[in-house]
């Protein structure tokens, strides 16, 4: 069974209450606390030794991924995070140059969007090391970018480039927390997610969301030049890899068509140095359907990046 | 280098913000996210398969644990809880019936006090399970209930009975929600805390946050029947592991002496089956004493459970 099969089956089971005005199923839980004009954002995410990091990747560089990632579920909100919890399973063989290292990357990362890091458990673990990072953050209220929002003949727009992370990127990228807050502050955002488990596989959360289809054009996805080198090295194709590596951590977002170009202009000027792709539309037909060159219509098939595969 | 001489190295590096009130430290951070009148509690705990628990427990018992853990420590705020994400390590090899079981732990406790469970996350993990609960919730503005606020000449309560816990209390106990609500909406408590790691252990951690000491009288000491039973099995007294044991998610709290009489009286007619004791009293001089029943004052060295050890 795949993780998210799994995940499928356990969500009728979670209690829900009147204060939580989005539970599992998005990048981060909504919470109504009684902030006035505001929702709470709610969101855990954890890395673990052997499937997240190696120990080979540099310990500042595995406390920094652990907080970005939590941050990027943030981003994925348009929200500006608060606080953020550590929980940081060691073996009893631990040393503390190397727990140092992993806050030093945490903090380091926190300090640059003005998170605090409000706390921190240790526990023994009985082999390797994970790391769980909890954080809460706020996003004004009635602007919930959930990814059922996307209609159809959205556009449908990717940040920066894909595939290729793990030669570096998914150790050391800068989360979209700016980005985000800018595009839901200028324009009419109807769906926005992170891109964490490759655009195939983070499409199809969006259209089993939304009950819709995207329509890809092949030649619009913007393949990494990491990703070209590991299809080189690998012999697969550079596009299967942007489409299904992972660990991107873009933003994937829809707005109405109208104001695409619009919005491609604004961008260009105000982040010259990050790329911004109209990658393809959103469809009524619940299906994910890639546009090649040649014009053939395909089904998209590859399903991303699966924990447990 | 024990877990809590590590974290002590750890704090400083810590980065905070305008938003957070109580950092690390006490037993939730505490955050101003401007809900008129109420403080926002944030907490994550971590139960770890091997340490915490082990196959044999059951796994409904086991996730019961793991978010009653977590619940004892907003108790520890006087604090209402409001919702809790899951995230859940699981191995390659894992059935879905366990993690069913595990959800339904969590499940009724979580109903019990009303706290949704927003959100869950399952990755995987290279050996044994882990399962860390992150929680949020709330105390009115102006009543924190923290460890330094112990004051001198306070007299020292503890709930229930200490020690033991292993044998079933540390799988099915009841956070002490309730009790800690109703003690702060009447009592001047000063300090508040739940026994985790053995009394010996948290009051160690009261001294220290306070700079002030404790004179335990050691009849007073409420030891559990299964800590008699554990000490007759393990050749120990029945004292030390009641000092030592841990895991008793009791409340440790301090009041003004001149209400302790009024506060033992109202609590017998509100929880008649619950057993509070005053255990003794807070005293200018560092230090954690204990007077027995011979009328002998001895320092007491034995310091709980530690998590390294």
Redesign the interface.
């Known amino acids: 069974?795949k993780?998210f099969e799994?995940?499928e089956?356990?969500i009728p089971?979670?209690?829900?209450?009147k204060?939580?005005v989005?539970?599992?199923?998005d990048d981060?839980?909504?919470?109504d606390?009684?902030?006035?004009g505001?929702l709470?954002l709610?969101?855990?995410?954890?890395?673990?030794?052997?499937?997240?990091f190696t120990k080979d990747d540099g310990w500042v560089r595995i406390g920094r991924k652990a907080i970005s990632r939590a941050l990027s579920d943030m981003a994925a909100m348009a929200g500006e995070p608060?606080?953020a919890?550590v929980?940081l399973?060691l073996p009893?063989d631990f040393d503390?140059e190397k727990?140092?290292e992993i806050?030093?990357g945490i903090?380091e990362r926190?300090?640059l969007f003005?998170?605090?890091?409000?706390?921190?458990?240790?526990?023994?673990?009985?082999?390797?090391i994970?790391l769980?990072i909890?954080m809460?953050g706020?996003v004004p209220q009635g602007r919930l970018l959930l990814r059922k929002n996307m209609r159809p003949a959205d556009a449908l727009f990717v940040t920066g480039e894909l595939g290729g992370s793990r030669s570096g990127k998914h150790l050391d990228f800068i989360p979209r927390i700016e980005h985000a807050k800018w595009l839901a502050d200028r324009f009419e955002i109807h769906a926005l997610m992170d891109v964490s488990d490759g655009l195939a596989g983070d499409l199809q959360r969006l259209i089993e969301a939304s009950g819709l289809g995207v329509e890809l054009l092949s030649e619009a996805i913007p393949v990494s030049k990491e990703a070209k080198q590991a299809a080189r090295q690998s012999g697969t194709s550079a596009l299967s890899r942007a489409l299904s590596d992972g660990e991107d951590f873009e933003l994937l977002f829809t707005v109405p068509a109208s104001v695409a170009v619009k919005l491609l202009d604004a961008w260009k000027e105000r982040f010259p140095g990050l790329r911004l792709s109209c990658i393809g539309k959103v469809v009524p037909e619940k299906k994910i359907r890639i546009l090649s060159r040649s014009g053939r219509l395909t089904n998209l098939d590859c399903h991303g990046y699966d924990?447990?595969q």
Chains 1, 2 share one sequence.
Not at 28 to 31: Q, T
Request: include cysteine; charge should be neutral; charged fraction near 15%.
């Open positions: 069974m993780e799994l995940i089956h356990l089971l979670l209690p829900g209450n204060e939580t989005v539970g599992p199923g981060c839980s909504v919470l606390v009684g902030m006035p505001k709470l709610f969101k855990t995410d954890a890395v673990v030794e052997g499937v997240h608060l606080s919890l929980t399973g009893s503390f727990v140092r806050y030093q903090r926190a300090a003005n998170v605090s890091v409000s706390g921190g458990e240790t526990v023994r673990s009985t082999q390797g994970f769980s909890s809460v706020w924990h447990f």
